[in-house]
């Protein structure tokens, strides 16, 4: 934060813009010189010299642009629209955003959006007004007390008197959910009594079938734009994300001033400041690409997600400012459970950068000291389910790719933090220990001098509340700190730097929440009191802060806002073991506390947090807006980002793989697939296990002499079973639609559903195993456990694939004797793999008709048979077959769900 100006600002009126809805554009106006207008019609960006006031709808005061982001019907803009002046830095206002509005781009939708929410406001300031007049002002302290968040808290506020018009927004919007359902129902139940009804002709009832799905299709995207404006709007109106416009507070003081010495126009006023950030912590980049790439470099807000707390105090007659700010990092960002451990790029989740600021004046110069630490999850694949108290946490991956990530996590903290003292905080027995006995093991593994790895049961040395005894890990690395030191710098007249940090504490426990920001304020509080010591103001460093009570006060609730706030972040409540950061004692009101919020996590771990996760997965741009329709159907955490990379590669490398192990040396592979099969453990016959939920994932692979057909370990990267079929036995070939579900548009899609039953000779097949003996074929004897041999994908209700793991490792199969009853003809049914669900992969993607087209094709072409005797056009399983076996109950069951999760 390299901020110069020390005369704080006389009032923010020049911080807010004025927004002028007209029939045509928004024009936004902040002086004179800044006047911008964007066209509803193709949002098109036009700088103006000068504004004339015509065609207004509505005018309204706003605080800047967040971006735009694009739905599923419509563009919107997304605008700060009430903001809480946090304080200054140096004279330069840094504000926390309590409100934003999305507005379409269409003048009456926007201007009720913005009615609205100026009626809010104009309300809330009536309910304050009338309460400070009504009540007697108390004395306060020097800090408020962030409100009790707690889930009993919570409900004791849901049975008060709610404000008139807030009662009749929600009666509104539950009416609207009850139309809704009630309207889903009806169109089942009309659609049902349609089938029941004997009819001449078939095509009138395909065709009203076809027209009231399509009217459900369009009633559920509009419910989804609802829900996706309305996490947009929640996700941004919880005073969870700071911004100034003059100041870059991305950036620690230290980072700052090397980034200044290391190129001039960092202190450049006229570069603009989204070109200074530190990009891990600005969050709404992908918001604001619109305004990159028409370079309005002016209308650009950099927006962080943290806490920010700013103190005036005094000991002795000396005056300071204290200054608490974290930066929360969008890599790898989300939510409790949805988000554990480390990715590819050796990037982990809820990385969280506290910096504790000391601002003092002296002899003309102005000092700053600032003391960096970090926290975040430990740096390995793993994972929890949401559905407990208590989850088991699994690890995951392989060994080589935990350490390729770990080590790529430390090569970067190291390149920015320094020297790094690793402080773990997990249980050293128990669930915990899983994780955090792989964490030391990679850490003596990697061997690097500049890791010093510290272990401390926080749960263990503070048993029965025993939390003095946190004081034995801070003097146990007090001579780390006194070795990393500070950064220490004077502006003004004399500037100078008297010390820089040359390495930080890495804080982690579970979540990196309660026991980590307990600790991190202990370590805070050691360096500060060598800090005063040093700047001469306590004249008492043998006692530390302690010896003064007001400023101890201060210190203790700004580090307890800090960690209730970062713990609202990742896990939607205030963190636990607050009265102790807040008091330095714990009591039994603490603990009931600690139990109400635990109960509120799981609540939020379990229902909101999948919406959560993809609205912020959504905002960083990591997924599309198709992510939203799969939330109703995810079942341990939303998709990650890269999953659809991640899985075109595995499927790559198994069909290279499997090319190398089975195909014999005289052969030439001609082309390699993916396909689903129907698991062999689903039903016996035929026709019922195309329509199967347990499919099984195989390799199929096509040379100029066979088919090979293989059953794929997709963990241990090996062919359990393959199959070899003569392409001379190949008798024919059966491709067409194959719906399982018409719940969904994409469950229901042609071109998304299409699949083959493939028929051929038993005469020429041959089988064999992954093992030493040709006639064992028990999996069990190969030492193969049950649940880790094939890679399997449940096909679910909303059309989507659920992967695990299963036994089977054979397809259904049906066998049919000929006339003579010597030469059995066999069939292998096989559905496409649906490619690129979420929109992640670059390029043009095959649909699963075209994949089964080429894939056809091509066996045609190797066998040599005529087109018009081996491939019969007929579907596996029909649009018209698929809504018989979709009964009303399922139906109704599966609207009902979307209700509620929508």
């Not at 020390?6 to 809805?21: A, D, W």
């Not at 799981?602 to 992510?627: C, P, S």
Request: charged share 25%.
């Amino acid at each position: 934060m390299r901020c110069n100006s020390l005369i704080p600002l006389k009032n923010n009126k020049e911080e807010t813009i004025r927004l002028y809805v007209t029939t045509t554009s928004f024009v936004l106006v902040k002086d004179e010189k800044h006047i911008l207008e964007i066209d509803f019609d193709g949002q098109r960006m036009t700088r103006r010299d000068t504004f004339e006031p015509v065609n207004i709808v509505q005018s309204y005061d706003i605080y800047g642009v967040l971006g735009f982001m694009e739905g599923f019907r419509e563009k919107y803009m997304i605008v700060i629209s009430s903001v809480q002046l946090r304080g200054h830095l140096f004279g330069h206002p840094v504000y926390v955003i309590e409100r934003v509005s999305c507005l379409s781009f269409d003048s009456s939708k926007a201007c009720q959006k913005l009615n609205k929410k100026q009626e809010e406001e104009e309300e809330e300031e009536e309910e304050e007004n009338h309460v400070s007049t009504t009540k007697k002002k108390p004395n306060l302290p020097p800090v408020l007390l962030t409100r009790s968040d707690s889930f009993i808290t919570r409900i004791r506020n849901s049975f008060q008197k709610k404000k008139s018009q807030e009662a009749l927004n929600e009666t509104l919007q539950e009416h609207q959910e009850e139309a809704l359902l009630e309207q889903f129902t009806a169109d089942i139940l009309k659609k049902n009594e349609t089938l029941a009804i004997p009819v001449e002709s078939s095509s009138t009832t395909t065709s009203s079938a076809s027209s009231t799905l399509d009217e459900e299709d369009n009633v559920a995207d509009e419910a989804l734009e609802q829900r996706l404006v309305r996490q947009v709007t929640e996700m941004f109106s919880k005073s969870m994300f700071l911004y100034s416009n003059s100041c870059d507070i991305t950036n620690s003081f230290q980072r700052s001033y090397d980034k200044s010495q290391a190129d001039s126009s960092y202190d450049d006023k006229n570069v603009p400041l989204w070109k200074k950030v530190d990009k891990r912590f600005w969050w709404n980049e992908h918001l604001t690409r619109d305004f990159v790439t028409h370079k309005m470099d002016d209308w650009i807000i950099p927006v962080m997600q943290g806490t920010l707390q700013i103190e005036p105090c005094s000991i002795e007659g000396y005056e300071f400012d204290f200054v608490l700010i974290s930066r929360r990092s969008r890599e790898r960002a989300g939510m409790r459970y949805q988000r554990r451990g480390i990715n590819e790029n050796g990037q982990v989740a809820n990385f969280v950068e506290t910096e504790q600021v000391v601002i003092f004046k002296r002899d003309q110069a102005n000092h700053v000291a600032s003391f960096v630490q970090t926290r975040g999850s430990i740096p390995l694949f793993w994972t929890q389910s949401p559905y407990s108290l208590h989850p088991v946490p699994t690890l995951e991956r392989a060994e080589t790719e935990n350490e390729a990530a770990f080590h790529k996590h430390f090569e970067t903290q190291e390149k920015l933090y320094g020297r790094q003292i690793v402080v773990n905080l997990t249980e050293l027995s128990g669930r915990e220990a899983i994780v955090g006995s792989e964490y030391r093991k990679h850490v003596e593994n990697l061997a690097d001098p500049n890791i010093k790895y510290v272990e401390f049961d926080f749960h263990r040395e503070t048993k029965g509340m025993r939390f003095e005894n946190i004081s034995k890990l801070s003097k146990s690395l007090h001579d780390d700190l006194s070795k990393i030191q500070y950064f220490w710098e004077t502006t003004g007249e004399r500037e100078n730097v008297y010390c820089k940090q040359s390495g930080t504490f890495r804080t982690n426990c579970m979540d990196c929440l309660d026991r980590t920001n307990v600790v991190q304020s202990a370590f805070g509080r050691s360096v500060l009191n060598l800090q005063l010591m040093r700047f001469g103001i306590s004249e008492y460093p043998e006692q530390g802060i302690k010896f003064y009570d007001g400023f101890e006060r201060i210190f203790n609730n700004v580090w307890a806002n800090n960690g209730d706030m970062i713990s609202r972040m990742y896990a939607g409540t205030s963190a636990l073991k607050g009265d102790f950061t807040r008091t330095g004692k714990r009591n039994i009101t603490g603990m009931m506390n600690d139990a109400s919020n635990s109960l509120a996590r799981m609540y939020f771990n379990t229902i909101k947090d999948f919406w959560r996760q993809a609205t912020v997965d959504f905002i960083l741009g990591y997924h599309k807006t198709e992510i939203f329709r799969h939330v109703p159907q995810s079942t341990k955490m939303s998709a990650e980002p890269g999953i659809e990379r991640r899985w075109a590669k595995i499927r790559s490398d198994a069909i290279e793989i499997s090319s190398e192990i089975v195909i014999a040396d005289d052969e030439t592979k001609i082309g390699g697939w993916t396909l689903l099969s129907p698991s062999s453990s689903t039903e016996s016959t035929t026709k019922k296990s195309k329509s199967a939920k347990e499919f099984e994932e195989k390799v199929l692979l096509l040379t100029e002499k066979a088919l090979y057909v293989c059953s794929y370990n997709y963990s241990l990267e090996k062919v359990i079973q393959f199959k070899r079929l003569a392409l001379d036995t190949i008798t024919s070939i059966q491709m067409g639609e194959y719906i399982l579900s018409t719940l969904t548009p994409t469950s229901r899609s042609e071109d998304q559903n299409y699949g083959i039953i493939l028929s051929y000779l038993t005469e020429g097949e041959l089988v064999r195993w992954n093992t030493g003996s040709i006639q064992n074929k028990s999996l069990i004897a190969l030492n193969i456990q049950p649940n880790e041999t094939t890679h399997t994908a449940t096909i679910i209700e909303g059309g989507a694939t659920s992967s695990s793991s299963s036994s089977n490792s054979s397809s259904e199969e049906e066998e049919e004797d000929d006339d003579e009853g010597f030469n059995k003809i066999s069939t292998i049914t096989f559905k496409a793999v649906r490619y690129n669900i979420l929109g992640e992969l670059d390029g043009e993607v095959e649909t699963c008709k075209q994949q089964i087209h080429s894939m056809v094709k091509a066996i045609q072409k190797a066998s040599g048979h005529q087109e018009k005797d081996f491939i019969i056009q007929k579907p596996i399983i029909s649009l018209e077959q698929a809504e018989k076996t979709d009964g009303i109950f399922k139906k109704m069951g599966y609207r009902i769900k979307q209700a509620i999760w929508i």
